[in-house]
């Protein structure tokens, strides 16, 4: 299983991003995708997920109704879509794969595998 994160880089607050995960058909199919962050001195944190087989996503309460999860199972990739951005946003983001349970998908769970990480700044 390999993730491929891109997307982050320098925005304005309450500007937005469009992180990408790319992945393989395999891993889509099998596996739920989530997208993690650690900002500069705190632990990493679950922002989204998504589960291979249905669309019961799940947020972080931080970023609840200004973040979107989705894939493309043609493009085999999984997108966080945030908008309005703020600087408690900044951080490096990560895309994980945890093996799909068909009861949907857990931020607090251990995820098997990890991508690198795309680094996301808000500032102005």
């Known amino acids: 299983v390999q993730l491929q994160a891109s997307g982050g880089g320098l925005v304005q607050p309450g500007g937005s991003l469009r992180l990408s995960c790319a992945t393989s058909?395999?891993?889509?199919?099998?596996?739920?995708i989530a997208w993690f962050r650690q900002a500069p001195g705190k632990d990493r944190e679950g922002v989204s997920c998504i589960p291979s087989t249905d669309d019961r996503t799940n947020y972080a309460d931080p970023v609840k109704g200004r973040f979107t999860i989705s894939r493309d199972k043609v493009k085999n990739e999984v997108y966080l879509q945030m908008d309005n951005l703020t600087p408690e946003d900044t951080g490096v983001y990560y895309c994980?794969?945890?093996?799909?349970?068909?009861?949907?998908?857990?931020?607090?769970?251990?995820?098997?595998?990890w991508g690198q990480g795309t680094l996301v700044t808000v500032s102005s």
């Open positions: 994980a794969a945890r093996r799909d349970s068909g009861l949907g998908c857990f931020l607090f769970a251990p995820h098997q595998f």
């Open positions: 058909e395999y891993t889509l199919e099998y596996y739920s």
